[in-house]
């Protein structure tokens, strides 16, 4: 695939990617709706050998997740605050790209065969759930690695 680039707000900070996404998640989360300061988080997950960083040094803020007891890592721009991209410490090999910082966000598709929308039970009100698709109350699996109840509905879902 042609590499595709994003950045922050300023352009001090660039990035490409090599690869198309592991997955898309989209995330309900609070933590999700705080670093977007938006409804909820787009994710497009990328193993750390396909993206990388060509301009500037994003600074890191450093989360600890109250559901998984794991750290959050929140990279965005010293200068703008642009957010980059996530790096999580209970998902070691991947890191999860903010859709709106890439140049072309349209660039990879969101199906249900490559996407899941996960904690629903924290969705804002009025939030639309697109149908045929996976989704989990909060994560995919719980914090012993044990797979959660997953509902698919059959039409849009007003939250
Ligand atoms: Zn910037
Ligand atoms: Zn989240």
Same mark, same amino acid.
């Given at each position: 695939m042609k590499h595709q680039e994003g950045g922050c707000l300023c352009g001090e900070c660039r990035y490409l990617v090599t690869a198309p996404p592991l997955r898309v998640t989209t995330c309900h989360c609070r933590f999700c709706q705080r670093s977007t300061g938006s409804a909820y988080m787009v994710e497009p997950i990328f193993t750390h050998n396909s993206f990388n960083l060509t301009a500037g040094q994003p600074k890191i803020w450093e989360h600890l997740s109250a559901g998984s007891g794991k750290h959050v890592w929140l990279h965005f721009c010293? $200068?703008?605050?642009g957010r980059l991209y996530l790096g999580f410490e209970r998902f070691d090999q991947v890191i999860g790209v903010f859709?709106?910082? *890439? $140049? $072309?966000? $349209?660039? *990879?598709e969101i199906a249900p065969e490559n996407s899941k929308q996960i904690f629903l039970s924290t969705a804002r009100h009025g939030t639309i759930i697109p149908p045929h698709i996976e989704t989990y109350a909060e994560h995919v699996t719980d914090r012993a690695g044990n797979p959660q109840p997953v509902t698919v509905f059959d039409a849009a879902r007003r939250i």
């Open positions: 010293p $200068d703008c605050g859709t709106g910082s *890439f $140049d $072309d966000p $349209d660039w *990879f």
